[in-house]
């Protein structure tokens, strides 16, 4: 595999793009408009000067990755001569099912055709395609050059040969590829967000406060980052959509989302991004304050 073509430019498309592109390969990065694609190469730029800084790459290594970056607007030309498409658009099933009945119809008829989506059926994005064999999860993480896990998801009738090049392909990466099955929330969201709703529940009910919560899982659990903090970093209405997805996928009311997510999601209040989630986030500042409303 030689060219490779990512759909969609925001977190997940400018980190694909950007570790493709250092490992050697033509990528082609599409998106809507060029105002998206001008700020993608912008964070992939200051994302490399980061790693240059840290003795990871050379400037020269530097300017080699993002000459090898061609930002486009029309899908056909993005995807006329591609390898291999990784899609990271927007978590939407309508945008995710027309892109890929589009993305069919344009790419070579050998090109394996992924995506990168962490909630929504590989199976039913394969059957919108004339090649469901062809089709795969490349379910990377935020940020994609840092993180190293890549899970692979397997759609219903996606083949052992493609799981296989895909594999490869991620571990040249310098990625671990790990092989799962396609069902609801595929590994790492059905384990993770069932976790997150269950530190919402207990902060609900008074068990203990945001920083409590969160220090037992941290210094308890050795995680990195306690679950609440965590949920704010992902995105609070994205928590709640992946719960809804495991929710409907197995119609068990164990993954029926806490109504305080639901409350918080419903006011605005998504996490880091919009400023606010559990924890209050002023620009410029690391220190971690916990909201005004979850302070004793
Ligand atoms: P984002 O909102 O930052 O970026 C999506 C980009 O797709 C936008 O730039 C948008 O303009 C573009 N787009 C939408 N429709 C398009 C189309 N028809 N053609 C070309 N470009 C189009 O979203 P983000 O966070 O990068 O997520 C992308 C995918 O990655 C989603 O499927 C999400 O579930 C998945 N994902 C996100 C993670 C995260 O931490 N943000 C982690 C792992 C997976």
Do not use: W
């Amino acid at each position: 595999m030689k060219n490779i073509t990512v759909i969609g430019s925001g977190t997940m498309g400018n980190g694909i793009a950007h570790v493709f592109a250092q490992n050697g390969f033509e990528v082609s990065l599409v998106d809507l408009n060029e105002e998206f694609l001008t700020k993608a190469l912008a964070t992939i730029s200051k994302n490399l000067d980061r790693q240059v800084a840290k003795g990871i790459l050379t400037a020269e290594e530097k300017d080699n990755t993002l000459g090898r970056i061609h930002t486009l607007t029309q899908l056909e030309e993005g995807v006329k001569s591609a390898d291999l498409v990784v899609e990271a658009a927007t978590e939407n099933m309508g945008v995710k099912l027309d892109l890929f009945k589009n993305i069919d119809a344009l790419a070579p008829k050998s090109a394996i055709l992924a995506s990168n989506t962490s909630s929504i059926s590989i199976t039913k994005i394969a059957a919108a395609t004339q090649r469901p064999a062809q089709v795969i999860g490349m379910h990377f993480m935020n940020p994609v050059p840092v993180m190293k896990l890549v899970e692979v998801i397997r759609g219903y009738a996606t083949t052992d040969e493609v799981t296989q090049k895909i594999m490869k392909l991620s571990e040249g990466l310098g990625k671990v590829p790990v092989e799962v099955n396609d069902y609801p929330g595929f590994v790492a969201n059905r384990i993770l967000m069932p976790m997150i709703n269950e530190a919402i529940y207990t902060l609900f009910e008074g068990v203990a406060g945001v920083e409590e919560i969160d220090t037992v899982m941290k210094l308890g659990m050795a995680h990195p980052m306690g679950p609440l903090q965590l949920a704010d970093f992902i995105g609070l209405d994205v928590c709640l959509s992946i719960l809804r997805v495991l929710h409907d996928g197995f119609g068990n009311p164990k993954y029926a989302s806490c109504p305080l997510l639901v409350n918080m999601v419903e006011a605005g209040y998504k996490g880091a991004k919009t400023g606010e989630g559990f924890y209050h986030y002023t620009p410029g500042s690391k220190e971690l304050e916990v909201a005004a409303r979850f302070k004793k």
